[in-house]
């Protein structure tokens, strides 16, 4: 399998305070990988090294084959992100926000007009597509960030937190979207607090106190931990921790 995501001994520090401390994993294409952690764990900032958006203090990552330290600027091109808050325009209606990020991410005009009507069609928004993104629910905002964090073909997706909020079926609607991303060759890494959501993930890691304390398919690192749930296995491995938010 090729590896799309690197790290070896990955860490950040803030002063004194050392955020991330000396992680190691691969990711490879394709794979669904769930990065866990209570609050304050550090895998947001994680995360945001991973995506260019912050210098690590040592150690070595590369993203699509670029480095954290030299390249962050071609990372930022090379992936696609969703925030845990809603991160489209509200002002702007579903097909203006489609032509805007089209244009930040480079796509020509033709690509942005082909892709945004495929898009609109698979979501079926076609009777909402000129009605401001803000009249959407919830749920409709998330698959809409979500496809467009998407819409320029990245090899990599980062997805924080994508479902707070959203009620189970749409939870489970926006999963066969990842599922569908997944077997197109995306390599998808999600931040999630709901146990079960790491039940859907080919391998999960879980950091306590900015080190990986787990990292396996969710069926392994159950049968290390002696637990039937990941629930049990992620109380099990975070109630020794000393930090939080």
Not at 26 to 31: L, Y
């Amino acid at each position: 399998m090729q590896t799309l995501i690197t790290t070896h001994n990955l860490t950040k520090r803030f002063g004194d305070f050392t955020a991330v401390d000396a992680i190691s994993f691969e990711v490879g294409k394709g794979e669904i990988f769930g990065f866990l952690g209570a609050n304050g764990a550090g895998k947001t900032t994680a995360m945001r090294m991973l995506t260019g958006l912050s210098h690590p203090t040592s150690g070595e990552a590369s993203v699509a084959g670029f480095d954290v330290y030299r390249q962050p600027e071609m990372i930022k091109r090379h992936i696609g992100y969703m925030s845990q808050k809603f991160s489209l325009y509200e002002d702007l209606t579903i097909l203006e926000n489609l032509r805007f990020f089209g244009g930040v991410y480079g796509l020509s005009r033709r690509q942005i007009k082909e892709k945004s009507a495929a898009l609109v069609e698979q979501l079926g928004l076609e009777e909402v597509a000129k009605k401001l993104t803000g009249s959407l629910p919830l749920g409709w905002k998330q698959k809409l960030a979500f496809s467009l964090a998407l819409f320029h073909d990245p090899q990599i997706v980062f997805l924080d937190e994508p479902t707070g909020g959203v009620d189970p079926i749409t939870r489970r609607q926006f999963w066969e979207m990842i599922y569908a991303a997944a077997d197109r060759g995306v390599t998808v890494f999600v931040t999630t607090h709901y146990m079960d959501e790491a039940e859907y993930c080919d391998r999960i890691s879980i950091m306590v106190d900015g080190k990986i304390a787990a990292l396996d398919s969710p069926a392994g690192i159950k049968t290390k931990l002696g637990v039937q749930s990941m629930n049990d296995a992620f109380y099990q491995l975070a109630r020794g921790a000393q930090r939080s938010e």
